[in-house]
T-cell receptor, first 114, second 117 residues
Framework: AQSVTQLGSHVSVSEGALVLLRCNYS??????LFWYVQYPNQGLQLLLK??????LVKGINGFEAEFKKSETSFHLTKPSAHMSDAAEYFC????????????FGTGTRLTIIP | EAQVTQNPRYLITVTGKKLTVTCSQN?????MSWYRQDPGLGLRQIYY???????DKGDVPEGYKVSRKEKRNFPLILESPSPNQTSLYFC????????????????FGSGTRLTVV
């Protein structure tokens, strides 16, 4: 079964610093990968998705992710952190095309230090 | 506004008292799904529905029921809630498979925080 692993349940960065959130996938076939963001007391919002077009995917709010097949990774980055980026971030992989199920990682809580 | 609406947002109940969490979407989506979110476990799928009258179990279906009598509604039923069902629940919908799905992905509701005492 396809799955994703997020390394680091909590990440803290200073305002203006690089944000790097890690996600590795396991998949025997080309995966479809997603990053979602969850702000406090809200539902999940799609940040970006990889669907085998371009390996560098740009999303909303200045985030981007690069699909690296050799490393089975899909890490999320943002060059300069902003206070409003504080949230929980989930990596997900589309499994079971018949089910259309998204299988989520365990999440990474991002804290921005002023 | 295109959205998935869940009610209630917060619910405290007692063990064994049947409850229903409602979910409604106004996007004419075929696919709907329920997830529960627990600390350290991420989101896990409970049930899903590919279309009206078509439902199936996800990864953690025990203790839950669903129905899909209309396209827009997908209620989650807990016949006899127990404390281990205390969680944050999300309903999500999407277009069915194929290009439309990858263009839009899932739309999530705002969540229902359930506490069973």
């Amino acid at each position: 079964a396809q799955s994703v692993t997020q390394l680091g349940s909590h990440v803290s960065v200073s305002e203006g610093a690089l944000v790097l959130l890690r996600c590795n996938y396991s998949s025997s076939v080309p995966p479809y990968l997603f990053w979602y963001v969850q702000y406090p007391n809200q539902g999940l919002q799609l940040l970006l998705k990889y669907t085998s077009a371009a390996t560098l995917v740009k999303g909303i709010n200045g985030f981007e992710a690069e699909f690296k097949k050799s490393e089975t990774s899909f890490h999320l980055t943002k060059p300069s952190a902003h206070m409003s980026d504080a949230a929980e971030y989930f990596c997900a992989v589309l499994t079971h095309f018949g089910n259309e199920k998204l299988t989520f990682g365990t999440g990474t809580r991002l804290t921005i230090i002023p | 506004e295109a959205q998935v609406t869940q009610n209630p947002r917060y619910l405290i109940t007692v063990t064994g008292k049947k409850l229903t969490v409602t979910c409604s979407q106004n996007m004419n989506h075929e696919y709907m799904s329920w997830y529960r979110q627990d600390p350290g476990l991420g989101l896990r799928q409970i049930y899903y529905s590919m279309n009206v009258e078509v439902t199936d179990k996800g990864d953690v279906p025990e203790g839950y029921k669903v129905s899909r009598k209309e396209k827009r509604n997908f209620p989650l039923i807990l016949e006899s809630p127990s404390p281990n069902q205390t969680s944050l629940y999300f309903c999500a919908s999407s277009q069915s498979r194929g290009a439309l799905y990858f263009n839009y992905g899932y739309t999530f509701g705002s969540g229902t925080r359930l506490t069973v005492v």
